[in-house]
């Protein structure tokens, strides 16, 4: 059974700084894409970053490129996020994600999702 949960939120400042992570359980991690994905009240899930089970291949949204990192301890099982200049825009609950397919922004393809964890920034 896959677990995925995730961990690092909290509340910080316009401009801070925050690292997520995302302890992964029940498969081959370095067989399987990871994404990071966030959901602001009242709107949509949105994609935010995925990176390739090796590691070596990543894809972000344009509206956190120069800002966030995602990468993987395949090691540990771990996602990490990792979010500097934070801005109030960013208040999300943070998603983690798994997929058997291709790296890819699209929501329908992974198919196992952690519970979330809260990131709110203050102006």
């Known amino acids: 059974q896959v677990q995925l949960v995730e961990s690092g939120g909290g509340l910080v400042q316009a401009g801070g700084s925050l690292r997520l992570s995302c302890a992964a359980s029940g498969r081959t991690f370095n067989m399987y894409v990871m994404g990071w994905f966030r959901q602001a009240p009242g709107k949509e899930r949105e994609f935010v970053a995925a990176i390739s089970g090796s590691g070596g291949i990543t894809r972000y949204a344009d509206s956190v490129k120069g800002r966030f990192t995602i990468s993987k301890d395949n090691a540990k099982n771990t996602l990490y996020l990792q979010m500097n200049n934070l801005k109030p825009e960013d208040t999300s609950v943070f998603y983690c994600?798994?997929?058997?397919?291709?790296?890819?922004?699209?929501?329908?393809?992974?198919?196992?999702w952690g519970q979330g964890t809260q990131v709110t920034v203050s102006s």
């Open positions: 994600a798994q997929s058997g397919l291709g790296i890819s922004p699209i929501k329908s393809r992974y198919d196992y």
